[in-house]
């Protein structure tokens, strides 16, 4: 999930001035390159920890699950010869929550003829009747005949307690939660590097913990402490990104950041198909992160951190080997520079910034209101799009999980598109959103027939448009949100927006319920939220744009082409004075081959070269003169 959103964001366009530590480092090379990489890879069992419960808690096959009915009205020689014969639970009814038939009641009509069609005797089965006409009986035990020991095998979860998987969910995302906020504080005192080693540590002890303890409210306790330290641990590498590159890289870097919890989207299923018990997956995918502990050695600190802590020394020997690798040049007096940047650092620091100045009226309260909403909207979509791939069907959530995760890559890539190639990357991605989440609504159009595999295929392809465009928007909410205010105010507003987001999460996955009314019901709600937060992007396009990216020019036709080229060779080919109000491109170094953009084209007068001739033969050099100052 794009909880990989650090609290800490950066601005658009980069200061003309750059500090010493950009001046060494650069904005991008093959040192930032390693480090980069390392963060990249542990979005990978951030992801595994997110979306586990897809595979820890699939819904049953057909078969699995076998109602025992409570207590029966029969006769004592009936039941005599149930007792000799055929024990009443292999009578019970093998039912299956796959084709929405009711697990947690059996029918007596059913048991009877069986029971007739077994024994030749006739059965007195009870009277109670369901709203539906249907005499049936609550299940006093139901039995798990599976192969794969899941949660819900092992905890029972199913019928009322079918809510307890969301549950599971809930407190993940309460432990992102405590664990981003836990995290902005501790970056005051500890190093981004040495957080993110704590971060894995914990999330390897925690981690096999969540997969061994033997009762429900231990794993539950344990998730929640696993998401803490892995919120420790991405944030602190997302602090150490948004460090060491800037620009353009920094926005490159910061949006395909998702493109490695893509990855593990992609690589969860190839691992859960070893495994026939949840607790040996939650074994396996914790125990990876052992590799991050051994390659945390090669990740870089943040330098502007270690700064701020009069950590001089070991800023200046990160730089070095920064500038050895990009091959930069080094000030001969980068130690006096760096003792001076640390003092302004540590002067920024002790002005306090409290988050009331974020709604202090500078940024418009509604616009503030605007971005929290789409934030809660845009995570919740995310994350529940993720969780109802159980809801597809066991037998082909392989396949669909991974089809997710090719999904979220086309989002990122198109988000990234928007973000550096539009003015108006709110409104686009706002469009985006609205036609996704209209066009969802078209899922009810299809047939109502048994989920085989084509009828699941067919209910995949609107959640992957759904998929596509939420995955967008978040790439163009984690860059360009702080640009909606001031540089002072980023990270406040960042981590406000993240938190209230994480919030939305703790109590979204119970929409995952509502699958009990219809299994269409959960997707038309995330559909209405994704057209709504749609319509809230466009709404704060109208004060925020890319203005470093041009406005695309009307393009020119042939003969407009060559009449607007000859009159810049004609005023060019004079003496320079001539054009002294033209710009510096056409100045240097006149030649017949000299290219121009398409602006400067337009921007030409559009007066025929014969008026401009006649004004010439009028006026001579010096109307000729005075005509191109004004004009261009």
Same mark, same amino acid.
């Given at each position: 999930?794009?909880?990989?959103?650090?609290?800490? /964001?950066?601005?658009?366009?980069?200061?003309?001035?750059?500090?010493?530590?950009?001046?060494?480092?650069?904005?991008?090379?093959?040192? !930032?390159?390693?480090?980069?990489?390392?963060?990249?890879?542990?979005?990978?069992?951030?992801?595994?920890?997110?979306?586990?419960?897809?595979?820890?808690?699939?819904?049953?096959?057909?078969?699995?699950?076998?109602?025992?009915?409570?207590?029966?009205?029969?006769?004592?020689?009936?039941?005599?010869?149930?007792?000799?014969?055929?024990?009443?639970?292999?009578?019970?009814?093998?039912?299956?929550?796959?084709?929405?038939?009711?697990?947690?009641?059996?029918?007596?009509?059913?048991?009877?003829?069986?029971?007739?069609?077994?024994?030749?005797?006739?059965?007195?089965?009870?009277?109670?009747?369901?709203?539906?006409?249907?005499?049936?009986?609550?299940?006093?035990?139901?039995?798990?005949?599976?192969?794969?020991?899941?949660?819900?095998?092992?905890?029972?979860?199913?019928?009322?307690?079918?809510?307890?998987?969301?549950?599971?969910?809930?407190?993940?995302?309460?432990?992102?939660?405590?664990?981003?906020?836990?995290?902005?504080?501790?970056?005051?005192?500890?190093?981004?590097?040495?957080?993110?080693?704590?971060?894995?540590?914990?999330?390897?002890?925690?981690?096999?913990?969540?997969?061994?303890?033997?009762?429900?409210?231990?794993?539950?306790?344990?998730?929640?402490?696993?998401?803490?330290?892995?919120?420790?641990?991405?944030?602190?590498?997302?602090?150490?990104?948004?460090?060491?590159?800037?620009?353009?890289?920094?926005?490159?870097?910061?949006?395909?950041?998702?493109?490695?919890?893509?990855?593990?989207?992609?690589?969860?299923?190839?691992?859960?198909?070893?495994?026939?018990?949840? /607790?040996?997956?939650?074994?396996?995918?914790?125990?990876?992160?052992?590799?991050?502990?051994?390659?945390?050695?090669?990740?870089?600190?943040?330098?502007?951190?270690?700064?701020?802590?009069?950590?001089?020394?070991?800023?200046?020997?990160?730089?070095?080997?920064?500038?050895?690798?990009?091959?930069?040049?080094?000030?001969?007096?980068?130690?006096?520079?760096?003792?001076?940047?640390?003092?302004?650092?540590?002067?920024?620091?002790?002005?306090?910034?409290?988050?009331?100045?974020?709604?202090?009226?500078?940024?418009?309260?509604? !616009?503030?209101?605007?971005?929290?909403?789409?934030?809660?909207?845009?995570?919740?979509?995310?994350?529940?799009? *993720?969780?109802?791939?159980?809801?597809?069907?066991?037998? !082909?959530?392989?396949?669909?999980?991974?089809?997710?995760?090719?999904?979220?890559?086309?989002?990122?890539?198109?988000?990234?598109? %928007?973000?550096?190639?539009?003015?108006?990357?709110?409104?686009?991605?706002?469009?985006?959103?609205?036609?996704?989440? *209209?066009?969802?609504?078209?899922?009810?159009?299809?047939?109502?027939?048994?989920?085989?595999?084509?009828?699941?295929?067919?209910?995949?392809?609107?959640?992957?448009?759904?998929?596509?465009?939420? /995955?967008?928007?978040?790439?163009?909410?984690?860059?360009?949100?702080?640009?909606?205010?001031?540089?002072?105010?980023?990270?406040?507003?960042?981590?406000?927006?993240?938190?209230?987001?994480?919030?939305?999460?703790?109590?979204?996955?119970?929409?995952?319920?509502?699958?009990?009314?219809?299994?269409?019901?959960?997707?038309?709600?995330?559909?209405?939220?994704?057209?709504?937060?749609?319509?809230?992007?466009?709404?704060?396009?109208?004060?925020?744009?890319?203005?470093?990216?041009?406005?695309?020019?009307?393009?020119?036709?042939?003969?407009?082409?060559?009449?607007?080229?000859?009159?810049? %060779?004609?005023?060019?080919?004079?003496?320079?004075?001539?054009?002294?109000?033209?710009?510096?491109?056409?100045?240097?170094?006149?030649?017949?081959?000299?290219?121009?953009?398409?602006?400067?084209?337009?921007?030409?007068?559009?007066?025929?070269?014969?008026?401009?001739?006649?004004?010439?033969?009028?006026?001579?050099?010096?109307?000729?003169?005075?005509?191109?100052?004004?004009?261009?």
């Amino acid at each position: 999930m794009p909880d990989s959103q650090s609290t800490g /964001s950066f601005p658009r366009k980069s200061s003309p001035e750059l500090d010493v530590v950009e001046q060494v480092n650069g904005s991008f090379g093959r040192w !930032q390159l390693r480090t980069i990489l390392l963060i990249f890879l542990c979005k990978i069992p951030s992801a595994w920890f997110t979306t586990i419960i897809i595979y820890t808690a699939p819904y049953p096959w057909k078969g699995e699950l076998v109602c025992h009915p409570a207590d029966w009205n029969v006769s004592r020689s009936q039941a005599d010869h149930v007792d000799r014969n055929h024990a009443l639970w292999q009578d019970a009814r093998s039912t299956d929550r796959l084709f929405n038939v009711d697990v947690c009641n059996a029918y007596s009509d059913s048991l009877a003829r069986g029971f007739v069609r077994r024994h030749g005797q006739e059965w007195n089965a009870s009277e109670s009747q369901e709203p539906g006409g249907q005499p049936s009986l609550p299940c006093a035990h139901v039995e798990h005949r599976t192969d794969y020991k899941s949660l819900i095998s092992q905890f029972d979860l199913i019928c009322s307690r079918r809510v307890l998987v969301a549950l599971t969910q809930s407190f993940h995302a309460l432990g992102a939660l405590i664990g981003g906020l836990m995290a902005h504080s501790a970056l005051k005192k500890i190093s981004p590097r040495r957080l993110m080693l704590l971060g894995m540590i914990g999330q390897i002890f925690c981690g096999n913990l969540t997969g061994l303890v033997d009762t429900y409210q231990l794993h539950i306790y344990f998730r929640c402490l696993t998401s803490i330290f892995c919120a420790l641990m991405y944030t602190s590498g997302q602090f150490i990104l948004n460090d060491i590159t800037s620009g353009k890289a920094r926005i490159i870097v910061v949006t395909l950041s998702e493109l490695f919890w893509s990855m593990g989207l992609v690589l969860l299923p190839a691992i859960s198909i070893y495994f026939d018990n949840w /607790s040996y997956l939650y074994v396996a995918i914790s125990s990876s992160l052992i590799v991050l502990v051994w390659l945390h050695r090669w990740i870089a600190d943040a330098p502007r951190w270690l700064l701020r802590h009069q950590r001089v020394e070991a800023a200046l020997r990160q730089l070095l080997e920064s500038a050895t690798y990009n091959n930069q040049k080094v000030p001969l007096t980068l130690d006096v520079q760096l003792t001076m940047y640390a003092n302004d650092l540590d002067q920024k620091s002790k002005q306090k910034h409290s988050y009331c100045q974020v709604w202090d009226g500078e940024t418009k309260r509604s !616009q503030l209101v605007y971005i929290h909403l789409i934030w809660g909207g845009a995570m919740v979509l995310y994350n529940i799009i *993720l969780l109802m791939i159980r809801n597809l069907g066991a037998e !082909q959530v392989h396949v669909n999980t991974a089809a997710m995760g090719f999904a979220e890559m086309v989002g990122i890539f198109v988000g990234l598109y %928007l973000i550096l190639y539009t003015r108006r990357h709110w409104r686009w991605a706002g469009n985006l959103m609205i036609m996704a989440g *209209l066009s969802t609504y078209l899922v009810w159009l299809l047939p109502e027939t048994e989920r085989n595999s084509r009828r699941v295929g067919l209910e995949l392809v609107f959640w992957l448009i759904l998929k596509i465009g939420n /995955s967008a928007s978040i790439a163009v909410l984690t860059t360009c949100t702080s640009e909606i205010v001031s540089k002072e105010k980023r990270v406040l507003l960042m981590l406000s927006v993240i938190s209230f987001s994480r919030v939305c999460l703790v109590f979204c996955p119970l929409l995952s319920c509502l699958t009990v009314i219809h299994h269409l019901v959960p997707i038309t709600i995330l559909a209405t939220m994704g057209w709504v937060y749609g319509l809230a992007l466009r709404r704060l396009n109208r004060y925020y744009w890319n203005t470093e990216q041009p406005q695309i020019s009307q393009v020119p036709t042939p003969n407009t082409y060559r009449r607007q080229s000859a009159i810049i %060779l004609r005023r060019c080919s004079t003496l320079s004075s001539d054009c002294s109000a033209y710009s510096n491109e056409l100045l240097s170094n006149f030649e017949r081959n000299m290219a121009v953009s398409i602006a400067d084209i337009w921007h030409i007068n559009f007066h025929p070269s014969s008026e401009i001739e006649l004004a010439v033969d009028r006026n001579g050099g010096e109307a000729h003169r005075a005509h191109s100052s004004e004009t261009i």
